[in-house]
Nanobody, 118 residues
Framework: QVQLVESGGGLVQAGGSLRLSCAASGSIFSIVSMGWYRQAPGKQRDLVAVITRGGSSNYADSVKGRFTISREYAKNTVYLQMNSLKPEDTAVYYC????????????WGQGTQVTVSS
């Protein structure tokens, strides 16, 4: 089992910045990747960014060049630095973990609201 605790959402004006954090605990050794998804009202949950255990990262086209995902292994924490925020970035952001033991497990954080005003 992996437990996730998110923090860092809030209200910001367009062009501003926020940093999201997600701390993992439990079966840390089994984590394969950590990432962030977001879900706007009436829309599906979409991948924002992901970072693998080896340090490789991938981003949605809509956030490339503006968002940066990073992982602090000593704290078992993944961050999402969001710069140049746009109103269309408004959504609930969810931390996501894939882990593997005898099979693949998927874990989700509780979600944190990010609201970007124009």
């Amino acid at each position: 089992q992996v437990q996730l605790v998110e923090s860092g959402g809030g209200l910001v004006q367009a062009g501003g910045s926020l940093r999201l954090s997600c701390a993992a605990s439990g079966s840390i050794f089994s984590i394969v990747s950590m990432g962030w998804y977001r879900q706007a009202p009436g829309k599906q949950r979409d991948l924002v960014a992901v970072i693998t255990r080896g340090g490789s990262s991938n981003y949605a086209d809509s956030v490339k060049g503006r968002f940066t995902i990073s992982r602090e292994y000593a704290k078992n924490t993944v961050y999402l630095q969001m710069n140049s925020l746009k109103p269309e970035d408004t959504a609930v952001y969810y931390c996501n973990v894939y882990s593997f033991t005898d099979r693949t497990h998927v874990y989700w954080g509780q979600g944190t609201q990010v609201t970007v005003s124009s």
